[in-house]
């Protein structure tokens, strides 16, 4: 269950890191459809998550990601990106409690048939035990989304269905 908490926290500082609007703007888009994201930390035995689909179209990956820009802004002090061809790179300071995350992510890929994020978080204060977590993303596009599902939906391990986009978002 440690290694799990750990790896949805890594998680989140991915998703805090490509969130903010400047940086949006400069990320390769998705293409539009079913993708299925499977994610691994590095030394924790049994730490490959299973697959999560999600279903996504342009409006539903900016509202995501508009949705989390004001918690970087109020709690990450540095965010840098930088392309080159398929290969986009991402450095950033965000703090957690009294904990400082520094985290450096690449990703590289098309982004309309697959992308492969690795992700290194060095945690000071340690977190939760943790002083660095390693986290490696793939995803590929397995086709348009299936019948019954709309433009957010995940579908998580145990066929647990999920939309962030219908979440309340604070003011």
Known sequence: MHSTLVAL????????????????????KRKPGLWEIKSATAGQPGARMPPVQHCIDEKTDQLLQQSLAPKVKQDCSKQ???????????????????TTATTRALFTGDFNASYR??????????MMGQ????????????????????????????????NPAEMPRSK
């Open 9 to 28: 926290l890594a998680l989140a500082v991915t998703s805090l890191i490509v969130s903010t609007p400047a940086l949006a703007q400069e990320l390769p």
């Open 131 to 162: 002083k660095e977590h390693r986290t490696t993303i793939e995803a590929r596009w397995i086709g348009p989304c299936q019948a019954g599902q709309k433009p957010g939906d995940m579908v998580l391990p145990g066929g647990m269905r999920f």
């Open 80 to 98: 840098e990106l930088r392309k080159d061809g398929n290969r986009v790179s991402i450095d950033s300071v965000c703090r957690f409690g009294n």
């Open 117 to 126: 994020g690795e992700i290194t978080t060095s945690f000071e204060p340690p």
